[in-house]
């Protein structure tokens, strides 16, 4: 391996040696003239070109021979110019004269020029000295206006200041030229001349003059249109328009006047001067634009004008805002300086024109962008720039109608190299289930694409299935649905973007798929059994309290809504430390004490039938008092004890009546009042319960 590497750079070094051992190329033949400025010289000037090696040191020699075959030559060393003295020549004699080139590798020679050396004399360039602007008209001197010389002929050649090519023309001995073809007013126009003596060669071209014809008010009209971005929502625009050629302007464009009208039929005028454009206009060379935001404007309209005029208004209709919908297609072809669109006639032709467009993405407004007016019965267009390479480009055709509305026929997307996507963004899972999942992702940002997205590639690690994606529409958000799963497995996605130069990088998400449903619905049953047990000694406690409850209580609440008992008839009551200062609208005695505890318990000893409601037969007959004491005693009993009186003094009187009236009881027994007997339950009652 090495020896094979040691032979290479050997023969590498010898095919270098071989190469650098040529000798040099010849020089070209060289130019001789014997030079006559303030006053004529006698010595013969050469000068020749040579292409050689900078590294490799070459040395030149002018040589020539006279008629009488006397040679001669002069070493100018590396200068590519020599002097041919007037002692080696004799004047109106022929010479042969060459260039001879040497290095350490070997010498070259020239071809060999002959000439009269009569005839080798060379005036200086002339000096233009007059001119004038209507009509355009040019005058010189020369060296051989001298009176020991004579003119021989004159060129003239002219152009605009805006072309590149000549027009020349052969005028004779004269000193003055009158330009006759049309003039374009206030254009600038550049003269040169040279001229010849009598006998020997003609001099150089004379210094550019130029000279700026008479103005005249501009003609025509001004190609205006609107850049709205990437992409074109219409929901901000800049104005934009071609500056006029010189055949139009007809002088020097002094500014614009640019009118706004708003949707709210207001109208502003602006007027930009374009030595102080106070930043609202921004110009390049070909075109300028309104640097302000055209949101609320629904036309407008711009002329430019000059010291003697301006031109008539061109109007643009401003489109309302909205998504741009393409409802064709057009072919787009583009490579660095060249971009060409083609596209199928519409079935209509009820429009003008057609407009095609390009603006880079990314651009500022009124930047990266151009358009082309064409003819409605054209269907290929092409621009000549230079377009920048993985850089995307908005291609749009409209139809313009008669009143400058222009209608979006379609768009694309070009570029004219490509290159590796950028990665895909926010790649995520969005749904899950047993054996499918759901995947979203956002589209990359059009100026991290760097070529056309052709599609999307997806796969499954471990696996060997790889899908494809469409990425049309490249501006919208996109779904794929993964199918065949696993349940309750573990799965690791990528994907990355493609486009002709390859694909990009790789995004990667991880996710569980869910488990199959009947397993869910079995966890869900035993979930639920095991619920039910725990809950099952809760209700059976709740079941015993509820039967106890029933058992051991008498009533389960006493509400009294119809009849409201008077505390204060109760003897237990006034016992007790603390009262009830105003009467509650009902009373719950407690649902069920097992134990109860009463803080007093009155027990009597009935010695007497109790005095109520038909305590007595019919038939038989008591004494006046007790009769009238039954009575009082009713009142407070069952029957109307919602009679009861309210006041202490009033419920003291009717205890004392109904104890003297009813019965007479002895020390061991205690009143009891109307409300003890209404309440309170009997010893038979207690024992009962």
Not at 54 to 59: A, E, K, R, S, Y
Not at 154 to 176: N, P
Not at 518 to 543: A, D, E, N, R, T
Not at 663 to 688: C, K, M, V
Request: net charge negative; glycine share 6%.
């Amino acid at each position: 391996m090495a020896q094979g590497w040691i032979l290479s750079i050997l023969i590498v070094s010898m095919v270098i040696s071989y190469a650098a051992a040529d000798p040099p190329d010849p020089p070209s033949k060289p130019e001789c003239h014997i030079p006559c400025d303030d006053s004529c010289g006698v010595d013969i000037h050469c000068s020749w070109n040579h292409r050689f090696d900078p590294q490799i040191l070459t040395d030149y020699s002018l040589q020539w021979e006279t008629a009488d075959s006397i040679e001669g030559s002069v070493n100018t060393g590396t200068s590519l110019r020599g002097v041919i003295a007037r002692k080696h020549f004799s004047m109106n004699s022929e010479l042969h004269v060459w260039v001879l080139a040497e290095s350490k590798h070997g010498s070259a020679k020239s071809q060999v020029v002959v000439f009269n050396t009569g005839d080798l004399t060379k005036p200086s360039p002339p000096i233009i000295t007059r001119s004038y602007e209507d009509p355009l008209e040019i005058s010189w001197s020369s060296i051989c206006n001298e009176p020991h010389l004579s003119l021989g002929s004159c060129d003239v050649r002219f152009r605009t200041q805006a072309e590149k090519l000549w027009h020349e023309d052969e005028i004779g001995a004269q000193v003055s030229y009158e330009f006759s073809g049309p003039v374009q007013a206030g254009v600038v126009y550049e003269f040169q001349v040279r001229c010849s003596c009598a006998t020997g060669l003609i001099s150089d071209w004379s210094a550019t003059h130029r000279i700026r014809s008479s103005e005249a008010a501009p003609t025509g009209q001004m190609d205006v249109w609107k850049d709205c971005g990437v992409p074109a929502t219409n929901a901000d625009c800049v104005m934009t328009w071609k500056k006029l050629p010189t055949s139009q302007a007809h002088g020097h464009i002094l500014g614009y006047e640019v009118t706004l009208f708003s949707k709210h039929t207001t109208t502003v005028l602006v007027n930009i001067s374009v030595a102080e454009p106070r930043g609202l206009l921004m110009c390049d060379e070909l075109k300028c634009y309104l640097n302000s935001s055209l949101k609320s404007v629904s036309s407008a309209s711009v002329s430019a004008y000059n010291a003697r005029g301006a031109t008539v208004p061109s109007y643009l209709a401003i489109p309302t805002p909205g998504k741009v919908r393409s409802e064709h297609s057009i072919d787009v072809r583009m490579n660095t300086e060249n971009l060409t669109v083609s596209w199928e006639l519409p079935d209509t032709k009820s429009f003008k024109e057609y407009v095609v467009q390009y603006k880079q993405a990314g651009r500022l407004l009124g930047k990266g962008f151009n358009w082309i007016r064409v003819n409605k019965s054209c269907t290929t267009v092409t621009f000549k720039a230079h377009f920048e390479r993985y850089r995307p480009y908005q291609v749009s055709l409209f139809t313009v109608t008669l009143d400058q509305q222009s209608h979006h026929f379609s768009s694309v997307i070009g570029y004219s190299c490509h290159g590796i996507p950028a990665k895909v963004r926010s790649f995520k899972v969005i749904s899950i289930a047993a054996t499918h999942a759901t995947l979203f992702w956002e589209p990359v940002l059009l100026t991290m694409q760097n070529g056309l997205i052709l599609y999307y590639e997806i796969g499954v690690h471990g696996q060997m299935a790889v899908y494809n994606v469409s990425a049309s529409p490249q501006d919208e958000n996109k779904t794929f649905e993964l199918l065949n799963l696993s349940a309750d497995q573990e799965y690791e996605v990528w994907i990355k973007a493609v486009t002709e130069a390859g694909p990009g990088d790789n995004v990667t998400i991880s996710f569980i798929t869910n488990q199959q449903q009947h397993l869910q619905l079995k966890l869900k049953s035993h979930l639920l059994s095991l619920l039910v047990l725990l809950c099952l000694p809760v209700i059976i406690c709740c079941l015993l309290v509820l039967l106890s409850f029933h058992k051991g209580t008498h009533k389960a609440c006493l509400c009294i809504n119809e009849k409201i008992p008077d505390p204060h008839n109760s003897t237990i009551y006034q016992m007790m430390k603390y009262q009830v200062n105003e009467p509650v609208a009902w009373i719950c005695i407690p649902i069920y004490e097992p134990h109860p505890t009463m803080s007093t318990l009155e027990v009597v000893e009935i010695l007497h039938p109790l005095c109520e409601q038909n305590c007595f037969p019919e038939d038989q007959t008591r004494p006046a008092a007790s009769l009238e004491g039954c009575t009082s005693k009713h009142r407070y009993g069952k029957g109307e004890y919602s009679k009861m009186v309210d006041s202490e003094e009033e419920k003291d009187m009717s205890e004392v009546a109904g104890r003297d009236d009813c019965w007479s009881s002895s020390e061991e027994e205690q009143d009891t009042s109307g409300y003890e007997q209404h309440f309170i339950p009997t010893p038979a009652e207690i024992l009962n319960a």
